[in-house]
Every structure is written in C-alpha cells, then in structure tokens.
C-alpha cells in the first residue's frame, strides 16, 4: 500500500471546501439548486479586541457551513482515496 501524505489530504480538502463554498454561493439563486447554498455560520461575533496602548489585537473567526462544502469534502476524500 502507498505512504499515503497527510498533506495531500488537507490540501483536497480544503480546495473541496473553497469550491464548494464558490458553488453555494453561485446556485444560491438558482430554484432548483438553492438547496446547496443552505448552512449555518458560526464563530466569534464581533471580533474581540485586545487594545495594549501601542498595539491593537483583533480577535476573530467565522466559518459558514454549507451543503455544497460537505459534498466538497466528501469528493476531496474519494479523491484522495483513489489516489
């Protein structure tokens, strides 16, 4: 069997996530395909921030979910399993 790399997974996956996420949005106001552009955001809203007199820290992540990203992933992992 071949020294599969961990790297080359996190890679397909996450172009699976960002091509995913491009098509959710592109079909969101398409009737037939709207489905792909549903999912939830989460995170840290607003940012915190850490204001140290000399510096400003913002503090801040959001990650939004959708049924377009999910099939994302799961071709990036029958993809690298093939590969």
Not at 41 to 56: K, T
Request: positive net charge; charged residues 5%; proline residues 4%.
């Amino acid at each position: 069997m071949r020294n599969k790399n961990f790297w080359i997974l996190l890679l397909l996956m996450l172009a699976g996530i960002v091509l995913g996420g491009f098509i959710g949005e592109m079909t969101a106001g398409v009737p037939m395909l709207s489905w792909l552009s549903f999912g939830q955001s989460f995170g840290i809203s607003p940012p915190i921030n850490l204001d140290l007199g000399i510096l400003v820290i913002t503090f801040g992540l959001s990650i939004k979910i959708t049924m377009a990203s999910i099939i994302g992933i799961v071709i990036a992992l029958l993809v690298f399993r093939w590969i």
